[in-house]
Protein backbone atom coordinates (compact mmCIF):
# COMPACT_ATOMS: atom_id res chain seq x y z
CA UNK A 1 0.00 0.00 0.00
CA UNK A 2 0.80 3.73 -0.07
CA UNK A 3 3.49 5.14 2.25
CA UNK A 4 4.18 8.53 2.91
CA UNK A 5 7.05 10.35 4.90
CA UNK A 6 7.47 13.79 5.71
CA UNK A 7 10.06 15.54 6.92
CA UNK A 8 11.45 17.38 9.17
CA UNK A 9 8.90 16.46 12.14
CA UNK A 10 10.01 19.91 13.83
CA UNK A 11 10.39 22.95 12.06
CA UNK A 12 11.62 26.49 14.17
CA UNK A 13 12.67 29.41 11.76
CA UNK A 14 12.39 33.26 12.46
CA UNK A 15 9.53 35.46 11.41
CA UNK A 16 10.31 36.75 8.00
CA UNK A 17 11.90 33.30 7.15
CA UNK A 18 10.97 30.94 4.12
CA UNK A 19 10.14 27.36 5.92
CA UNK A 20 10.02 24.14 3.30
CA UNK A 21 8.42 20.62 4.32
CA UNK A 22 8.84 17.74 2.16
CA UNK A 23 7.09 14.59 1.66
CA UNK A 24 7.64 11.58 -0.49
CA UNK A 25 5.16 8.61 -1.55
CA UNK A 26 5.35 5.34 -2.86
CA UNK A 27 2.83 4.95 -4.82
CA UNK A 28 3.00 6.15 -8.53
CA UNK A 29 -0.87 5.77 -9.32
CA UNK A 30 -1.48 8.74 -6.09
CA UNK A 31 -2.97 11.75 -8.01
CA UNK A 32 -3.84 14.38 -5.47
CA UNK A 33 -1.89 15.85 -2.82
CA UNK A 34 -3.29 18.17 -0.41
CA UNK A 35 -1.47 19.82 2.28
CA UNK A 36 -3.30 20.74 5.92
CA UNK A 37 -3.02 22.91 8.55
CA UNK A 38 -4.04 21.88 12.09
CA UNK A 39 -3.88 24.30 14.45
CA UNK A 40 -3.60 23.53 18.21
CA UNK A 41 -7.22 22.43 19.52
CA UNK A 42 -8.72 22.47 15.91
CA UNK A 43 -9.53 20.78 12.69
CA UNK A 44 -7.47 20.12 10.12
CA UNK A 45 -7.93 22.56 7.17
CA UNK A 46 -6.62 22.92 3.53
CA UNK A 47 -4.71 25.21 2.87
CA UNK A 48 -3.63 24.06 -0.93
CA UNK A 49 -3.40 21.37 -3.02
CA UNK A 50 -1.88 19.69 -6.09
CA UNK A 51 -2.87 17.27 -8.76
CA UNK A 52 -0.57 14.99 -10.82
CA UNK A 53 -0.79 16.71 -13.88
CA UNK A 54 0.50 20.30 -12.37
CA UNK A 55 4.11 20.96 -11.17
CA UNK A 56 3.29 23.38 -8.91
CA UNK A 57 0.94 25.86 -7.36
CA UNK A 58 1.12 29.04 -5.49
CA UNK A 59 -1.31 30.87 -4.01
CA UNK A 60 -0.26 34.23 -2.04
CA UNK A 61 2.98 33.33 0.50
CA UNK A 62 2.38 29.77 -0.26
CA UNK A 63 3.59 27.44 -2.81
CA UNK A 64 3.74 23.77 -3.39
CA UNK A 65 5.92 21.99 -5.94
CA UNK A 66 5.06 18.41 -7.39
CA UNK A 67 7.71 16.30 -8.98
CA UNK A 68 6.39 13.13 -9.94
CA UNK A 69 9.01 11.33 -11.38
CA UNK A 70 10.78 11.10 -7.80
CA UNK A 71 7.55 10.96 -6.17
CA UNK A 72 7.91 13.89 -3.73
CA UNK A 73 6.25 17.10 -3.40
CA UNK A 74 7.26 20.16 -1.11
CA UNK A 75 5.40 23.09 0.74
CA UNK A 76 7.08 26.65 1.13
CA UNK A 77 5.54 29.19 2.85
CA UNK A 78 7.71 32.94 2.49
CA UNK A 79 7.47 35.53 4.41
CA UNK A 80 6.88 33.36 8.04
CA UNK A 81 4.06 34.72 10.57
CA UNK A 82 3.92 33.99 14.12
CA UNK A 83 0.39 32.84 12.79
CA UNK A 84 2.01 30.23 10.62
CA UNK A 85 3.05 28.40 13.93
CA UNK A 86 0.87 24.64 13.32
CA UNK A 87 1.12 21.54 12.55
CA UNK A 88 1.36 20.56 8.79
CA UNK A 89 0.70 17.25 7.43
CA UNK A 90 0.46 16.24 3.50
CA UNK A 91 -1.35 13.82 2.31
CA UNK A 92 -1.66 11.71 -0.45
CA UNK A 93 -4.87 10.31 -2.46
CA UNK A 94 -5.16 7.93 -5.13
CA UNK A 95 -8.58 6.07 -5.50
CA UNK A 96 -10.44 5.94 -2.38
CA UNK A 97 -7.88 6.34 0.28
CA UNK A 98 -5.48 9.02 1.51
CA UNK A 99 -2.90 8.56 3.70
CA UNK A 100 -1.56 11.53 5.53
CA UNK A 101 1.84 12.20 6.88
CA UNK A 102 3.07 12.26 10.11
CA UNK A 103 3.06 15.73 10.23
CA UNK A 104 5.58 19.09 11.37
CA UNK A 105 5.74 21.26 13.74
CA UNK A 106 6.64 24.63 12.73
CA UNK A 107 7.34 27.15 15.24
CA UNK A 108 7.68 30.75 13.95
CA UNK A 109 9.64 33.11 16.19
CA UNK A 110 8.96 36.81 16.31
CA UNK B 1 -16.55 23.16 1.11
CA UNK B 2 -18.98 21.31 3.65
CA UNK B 3 -20.16 22.73 7.56
CA UNK B 4 -19.52 19.32 9.54
CA UNK B 5 -20.42 18.97 13.46
CA UNK B 6 -19.95 16.64 15.90
CA UNK B 7 -21.41 15.35 19.19
CA UNK B 8 -20.41 15.77 21.87
CA UNK B 9 -17.06 17.49 21.50
CA UNK B 10 -15.39 15.89 24.45
CA UNK B 11 -16.20 13.50 27.38
CA UNK B 12 -14.45 11.68 30.59
CA UNK B 13 -15.71 8.09 30.10
CA UNK B 14 -15.01 5.14 32.43
CA UNK B 15 -13.19 2.04 31.38
CA UNK B 16 -15.58 -0.50 30.19
CA UNK B 17 -18.73 1.62 29.15
CA UNK B 18 -19.30 2.71 25.25
CA UNK B 19 -19.67 6.24 23.39
CA UNK B 20 -21.50 6.81 20.73
CA UNK B 21 -20.08 10.08 18.78
CA UNK B 22 -22.41 11.83 16.08
CA UNK B 23 -21.15 13.64 12.78
CA UNK B 24 -23.57 15.21 11.03
CA UNK B 25 -23.39 17.44 7.56
CA UNK B 26 -24.58 20.10 6.13
CA UNK B 27 -25.11 18.68 2.36
CA UNK B 28 -25.30 14.85 1.07
CA UNK B 29 -21.93 13.48 0.41
CA UNK B 30 -21.08 9.88 -0.64
CA UNK B 31 -17.75 9.49 1.24
CA UNK B 32 -17.37 9.86 5.32
CA UNK B 33 -14.47 8.58 7.28
CA UNK B 34 -13.71 8.22 10.55
CA UNK B 35 -10.15 9.15 12.15
CA UNK B 36 -8.79 8.81 15.43
CA UNK B 37 -5.95 11.63 16.53
CA UNK B 38 -3.32 10.48 19.38
CA UNK B 39 -2.23 13.82 21.16
CA UNK B 40 1.04 14.79 18.86
CA UNK B 41 0.44 12.17 16.41
CA UNK B 42 -0.90 12.48 12.68
CA UNK B 43 -4.41 11.14 11.25
CA UNK B 44 -5.04 7.50 11.18
CA UNK B 45 -7.90 5.94 9.45
CA UNK B 46 -10.13 3.88 11.51
CA UNK B 47 -13.12 3.22 8.67
CA UNK B 48 -14.69 4.09 5.85
CA UNK B 49 -18.58 5.08 6.56
CA UNK B 50 -20.60 3.68 3.90
CA UNK B 51 -24.04 4.81 3.42
CA UNK B 52 -26.53 1.29 3.07
CA UNK B 53 -23.92 -1.26 3.88
CA UNK B 54 -21.34 -2.11 6.39
CA UNK B 55 -17.96 0.25 7.18
CA UNK B 56 -15.01 -0.71 5.63
CA UNK B 57 -12.28 -0.89 8.32
CA UNK B 58 -8.53 -0.67 8.48
CA UNK B 59 -5.81 -2.68 9.35
CA UNK B 60 -6.26 -2.74 13.57
CA UNK B 61 -9.55 -1.76 13.56
CA UNK B 62 -12.61 -4.16 14.00
CA UNK B 63 -16.22 -3.76 13.91
CA UNK B 64 -17.17 -4.81 17.49
CA UNK B 65 -15.13 -2.25 19.08
CA UNK B 66 -15.63 0.30 16.93
CA UNK B 67 -19.22 0.04 15.27
CA UNK B 68 -20.14 2.31 12.76
CA UNK B 69 -23.65 3.61 11.52
CA UNK B 70 -24.38 5.19 8.15
CA UNK B 71 -28.10 5.70 7.91
CA UNK B 72 -28.27 8.49 4.85
CA UNK B 73 -25.76 10.84 3.32
CA UNK B 74 -25.44 13.20 6.00
CA UNK B 75 -25.17 11.35 8.95
CA UNK B 76 -23.07 9.15 10.85
CA UNK B 77 -21.85 7.77 14.58
CA UNK B 78 -19.02 5.97 15.53
CA UNK B 79 -19.52 4.22 18.42
CA UNK B 80 -16.29 3.10 21.02
CA UNK B 81 -17.08 0.53 22.92
CA UNK B 82 -15.97 -1.04 26.40
CA UNK B 83 -13.38 1.81 26.52
CA UNK B 84 -9.95 1.13 28.15
CA UNK B 85 -7.34 4.72 28.87
CA UNK B 86 -5.63 3.46 25.52
CA UNK B 87 -8.75 4.71 23.81
CA UNK B 88 -8.49 8.23 24.92
CA UNK B 89 -7.83 10.21 21.41
CA UNK B 90 -9.28 12.71 19.45
CA UNK B 91 -12.09 11.17 16.77
CA UNK B 92 -12.44 13.18 13.89
CA UNK B 93 -14.92 12.50 11.32
CA UNK B 94 -14.61 14.09 7.62
CA UNK B 95 -16.04 13.92 4.23
CA UNK B 96 -15.03 14.43 0.39
CA UNK B 97 -17.41 16.40 -1.82
CA UNK B 98 -16.00 14.28 -4.36
CA UNK B 99 -14.45 10.78 -4.17
CA UNK B 100 -10.56 10.80 -3.90
CA UNK B 101 -10.86 15.20 -3.67
CA UNK B 102 -10.14 17.39 -0.54
CA UNK B 103 -11.37 16.12 3.01
CA UNK B 104 -13.37 18.73 4.95
CA UNK B 105 -13.27 17.54 8.99
CA UNK B 106 -15.55 17.79 11.95
CA UNK B 107 -14.58 19.29 14.92
CA UNK B 108 -13.47 16.66 16.95
CA UNK B 109 -14.28 14.73 19.47
CA UNK B 110 -12.04 14.53 22.40
CA UNK B 111 -12.61 11.27 24.87
CA UNK B 112 -10.67 10.38 28.16
CA UNK B 113 -11.05 7.08 29.33
CA UNK B 114 -10.53 7.24 33.20
Known amino acids: GENVEQHPSTLSVQEGDSAVIKCTYS??????FPWYKQELGKRPQLIID?????GEKKDQRIAVTLNKTAKHFSLHITETQPEDSAVYFC?????????FGAGTRLFVKA | SAVISQKPSRDICQRGTSLTIQCQVD?????MFWYRQQPGQSLTLIAT?????????ESGFVIDKFPISRPNLTFSTLTVSNMSPEDSSIYLC???????????FGPGTRLTVL
Open chain 1, 27 to 32: DSASNY
Open chain 1, 50 to 54: IRSNV
Open chain 2, 27 to 31: SQVTM
Open chain 1, 91 to 99: AVTGGFKTI
Open chain 2, 49 to 57: ANQGSEATY
Open chain 2, 94 to 104: SVELRVGDTQY
